[in-house]
């Protein structure tokens, strides 16, 4: 079936942790509304800006976009971002059922609320591998009272202004500052959240019946934050990543980065006579913001009855073993399609933070990532002379950095050259973490790759050396659309270029892709066909549009 949707992105006042700030929205809703669909879903999305002055476009995050890589979503790279008035239509196939979302990919647009679920359901007649009596959606987020372009400004302003920790941790866009809900029962000089209900930062809270099964959709948006997530007293089982399924593991909490999926289920088997913290708290930076709450109500008492005992603890932040025993438990599952056993070409990616003539920068084997102002896909497919820097950036980073220290040189190029992939090429990308550019330090980055999913081989700490691809998982990796590199370490990825378009790959934390943390990915560009005109009028582009017939 065909299913249209028709989104109109606009600023709005809102308050989406009790203080009133301009937010993003979608059809006057934020977070944006929910789109749903089901596997073979013909989706028509039609996008308009009514922004005033500044673009935007949308990114379908996971949908692989196969045979409509136009429809990325991704300004300059797969089109040309939608201009204040203009309505542009994504039209695209959903192919695998799974737990999704959108979000902007203009600037630092989804740091400023532009995001919502995107759900697609089992095809008709089709059964889940597993049981449950009822779902939630729960989208989390992080939110600054400083406004987005003004985060803009301090990231590329000399001397550097980090945009430091958010005030506030969202769930489903709802959050609260300067108060708790849980500030009775715990240790807290943050005062008791009082509410009526009504309000637009008051906790969504999730009903539930005694001893059912619940599926919860959870998905990270976050602009910085890697979250844990805990149900007092429950415990979670992990059965979907990214839109994959994955062997069914129990865990406590989980760990969750930006730009991640996950669906888990719940067995409501606890007193029925209570109800219950759900809680997410930041992982893996020094935190500054307190916990996001909000309540687990069995339907048998009163959602108003808050919890006695205190939210779960989350994991100290800097608890690296505690995140690498989740994420270590994540497996495929039966049944998944299994990775090529050879590659055809390996990319060894070093990640540093470095200087750009004294802007604080990102940088991958020494190369920041600045966009075009042409599209790549329009630039390649149309041999477009002067659109990009035509020269490949370096497959690999000189053999004698040491990851343990600052860079001895910090300085590094801007560039956006684009690595070329031939059709069906099995590409390796081993992700190499390394210390900041000040202080003994390496931070997390959770890497996401568009147009695929791919194989997550494997992780080891300190430097990647030869001999290590023995310890990789060919057996059961599970397919994901995004991995994290852990301090110090390294991630091994592998997928097939089976996807003609071209795909940016880079880091999810909003402020380290601005500030030049990814690559992009041209593949078989010369396959693609019938990009819409409408993907492709600005830059360099609009001559070819004026001068020939197209495709
Ligand atoms: O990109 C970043 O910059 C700061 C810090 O390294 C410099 O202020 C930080 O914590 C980041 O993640």
């Given amino acids: 079936a065909v299913r249209h949707y028709k989104l109109d992105v606009k ?115 089709k059964k889940e591998a597993f049981d449950y009596d009822g779902e939630f959606n729960l989208l989390l987020s992080d939110w600054w009272h400083q406004s987005t372009h003004e985060q803009q400004l301090a990231l590329s302003s000399i001397p550097f202004r980090w945009i430091n920790e958010p005030q506030s941790l969202l769930m489903n866009g709802r959050g609260q500052y300067n108060c708790s809900l849980a500030a009775n029962v715990m240790n807290t000089s943050l005062s008791q959240c009082k509410f009526k209900g009504n309000e637009e930062c008051a906790p969504q809270i999730f009903h539930v019946h005694p001893n059912k099964t619940y599926r919860i959709r959870i998905a990270s948006a976050t602009s910085l934050a890697s979250l844990n997530l805990a149900i007092g007293n429950h415990k979670l089982v992990v059965v979907e990543a990214d839109g994959n399924y994955v062997k069914p593991f129990t865990v406590n909490d989980i760990d969750i980065y930006s730009g991640e999926s996950y669906s888990v289920l719940l067995t409501t088997n606890q007193d029925p006579k209570k109800n219950y913290w759900i809680s997410i708290g930041v992982r893996g930076r020094k935190p500054n913001t307190p916990q996001g709450l909000t309540i687990l109500n069995y339907k048998t008492i009163s959602a108003s009855i808050f919890p006695t005992s205190p939210p779960p603890i989350t994991p100290q932040w800097d608890d690296y073993n505690h995140s690498k ?62 659109s990009f820097d035509t020269k490949s950036p370096p497959d690999t980073f000189s053999e004698d950095h040491d990851i343990y220290k600052p860079p001895l040189n910090p300085n590094s190029n801007i560039g956006n050259g684009v690595y070329m992939f031939q059709l069906n090429q099995v590409v390796d990308v081993i992700l190499q973490n390394a210390n900041v550019m000040k202080g003994q330090n390496s931070e997390i980055h959770p890497w ?51 996807n003609p378009g071209v795909w940016a790959f880079h880091c999810h934390i909003q402020p380290h892709l601005y500030m030049g943390m990814g690559v992009i990915f041209a593949e078989a560009v010369l396959n693609v066909k019938k990009i819409p005109r409408e993907a492709l009028a600005c830059g360099l582009l609009r001559k070819v549009l004026i001068n020939k017939k197209h495709n």
């Fill in 11 to 125: 600023y709005r006042y809102g308050e989406p942790d009790c203080k009133e700030q301009v937010v993003m929205g979608i059809n006057g809703q934020f977070p944006g509304p929910t789109i749903r669909a089901k596997a073979g879903d013909t989706l028509h999305i039609a996008v308009t800006n009514k922004l005033v002055t500044e673009g935007t476009v949308i990114h379908w995050h996971g949908i692989r976009q196969y045979g409509t890589p136009w429809a990325d979503g991704t300004a300059s790279i797969s089109q040309c971002a939608i201009s204040p008035g203009e309505t542009f239509h994504y039209r695209f196939t959903v192919d695998k059922a799974g737990t999704y979302f959108y979000h902007g990919h203009y600037g630092m647009q989804r740091t400023a609320g532009l995001y919502g679920f995107l759900i697609v359901d089992l095809a008709k007649g």
């Fill in 325 to 386: 025993t989740f994420t270590y438990k994540i497996i495929a599952r039966k049944g998944t399609r299994k990775p090529p056993q050879h590659y055809d070409r390996r990319l060894l990616l070093l990640n540093t933070q470095n200087l750009v003539g004294g802007y604080t920068k990102w940088a991958i084997n020494n190369v920041s990532l600045v966009l075009p102002s042409t599209p790549y896909l329009g630039s390649i497919k149309f041999n477009v002379n002067g």
């Fill in 448 to 498: 996401h790759l568009h147009g695929h999913n791919f194989w997550v081989l494997g992780y080891g700490d300190g430097k990647f050396q030869q001999g290590d691809e023995r310890k990789f998982n060919l057996k059961n990796p599970p397919l994901r659309n995004t991995a994290v590199i852990f301090p110090y370490g390294w991630t091994a990825l592998r997928f097939k270029a089976d």
